[in-house]
């Protein structure tokens, strides 16, 4: 017999001795009405409290494994307590010798020394006739109800502590409700808050900037709404609006050169070879939004207007990614809308210096983007040198899709919702402004990483906090604008 001390208030050394010399047919019974008490009373409390009891979480409670090596694990207090003590026991069992005597004294001596947690007795567990008010029905009786008869009544201190262990377990609760509580009305109210003013900024953009445009488009208005972005049921709209239509597309020019570009494609192999590029490209745009990929609702719509630009303008031909152009210019508009919008924008300086591979230019565009960038972000220039990260590395595969292929489609659009406000000195302002919100990561890299981190920017990163950085960014050294250094680089490597 273990004297070495009261037990504990959660100490389960009993239990061992009356499950330890249970039949099979009484430990299922007992397994059956725990199923029940848990049941009978399914709050986070009710299994907070069987788990202090039973010394394991409420889902273990139910296999009967579980409840008997819970049991099991303390039988060290009772190791010499092993006898039969079962109500059915036979009339020759009875007849204990001295020695089963002076067991039984001993165990007796052992309950009234030792504290016990509160369970139902064997006799009592094994009755299945009992009445239901009887059962234990909540984490209230499991933890300050007196004790069945047949065990002896919690120690006044036990008592107290179980009872301050409830209450505590009833304020945490309570305290994390209030706080889930707290904060999804904080919550509910900033998504009011942000419907009431996308409502309020639709409402000015279609009722008072798109019907005025050429005298509302340049207004302090309507430049400080945009920067934000735009409302994305109205920025289709607006995209034309700011592109508009210098080349003078039509749907009759649209549909003879999709008409022209099948019987081309079948005329030639080079042709054929620029299809298989296009259809190739097509299913690797926006994979996850599953609409451009082969049997997708738009994969025949871009395929359309890529075939029918390249018939249209063969010079430049097709390069990648002018599919994720087109793709986000036709998630906001119609078809014809969309190639309409392609054409005319691919003629902007900086779209056609890269897309027609003119190396002059881009070396112009890749030395003005340089020096904004030792002017505004002169410690990671100088991290970039060296590890050997050139500014080609990262910034062409952002302007061949004005940052669609980079990042998810709502930083995307409202980095096109500024390009298009801004024309070509916002591409470099918000690669610039990347570099900027991500500065402490990139120092931390070496150039391959650097490289891969740039090509794909996490999820995390937000629209917020893009608009924030890029702010910061001044797009001037001195009294030179971006198109002065512009200007002065194509001079100087003209002359070159």
Known sequence: MNDSGPLSP??????????????????????????????????????????SIFGSGPDEL???????????????????????????????????GKTSECCLVTIGKSIQKNNYIEVKSCEHISNRTIDNEDKIAGSTALILNCRPTQIPAKLPEEQLEHERLYEKILQNAKKKESEKAKKHK??????????????????????????????????????????????????????????????????????SCVSNSFNKFKDSEATMDCLEYIHLDITRTFPHLGIFQQGGPYFEVLKRILS?????????????????????????MEELEAFICLVNLMESPCLNAFYTVNQRLMTSYFSTYNDLLKHNLNRL???????????????????????????????????????????????????????RSNESQLMQMDSITCAQYLTKLPESFTSSALLKSTTAIRMSIGKQSFNSLLVYNQAKFTQN
Request: charged fraction near 20%; glycine fraction near 4%; charge should be negative.
């Open 10 to 51: 959660f100490d389960n050394g009993c239990l061992s001795y009356y499950f330890d010399n249970l039949s099979i047919s009484d430990r299922e019974t007992i397994a059956e009405d725990v199923s029940y008490t848990i049941d009978s009373d399914d709050s986070s409390y009710s299994r907070t409290a069987c788990s």
């Open 62 to 96: 139910e296999p009967e494994t579980a409840l008997f090596s819970s049991c099991n694990g303390s039988t060290t207090k009772s190791n010499e307590c092993l006898i039969d003590i079962d109500t059915s026991i036979d009339s020759t069992s009875l007849n204990l």
């Open 186 to 255: 904080e919550h509910l109210k900033q998504k009011l808050k942000n419907e009431e003013r996308l409502a309020n900024v639709t409402r000015i953009w279609t009722q008072e900037i798109i019907p005025n445009w050429h005298k509302m488009c340049q207004t302090k208005r309507c430049r400080d709404l945009w920067w934000n972005g735009l409302p994305s049921s109205v920025r289709g709209k607006v995209w034309c609006l700011a592109i508009g239509n210098d080349l003078l597309i039509n749907e009759e020019l649209y549909k």
């Open 308 to 332: 029918a630009y390249v018939c249209l303008r063969p010079d430049i031909g097709y390069i990648q990614g002018m599919c994720f152009i087109a793709a986000i210019l036709l998630l906001n």
């Open 381 to 435: 220039n100088t991290h970039f040198n060296l590890i050997g990260l050139t500014s080609e590395m990262y910034l062409v595969d952002w302007i061949y899709s004005v940052f669609a292929k980079s990042m998810n489609l709502e930083l995307a659009s409202i980095i096109w919702d500024n390009f298009l406000k801004d024309n070509d000195q916002f591409l470099f302002r918000a690669a610039l402004g990347i570099l």
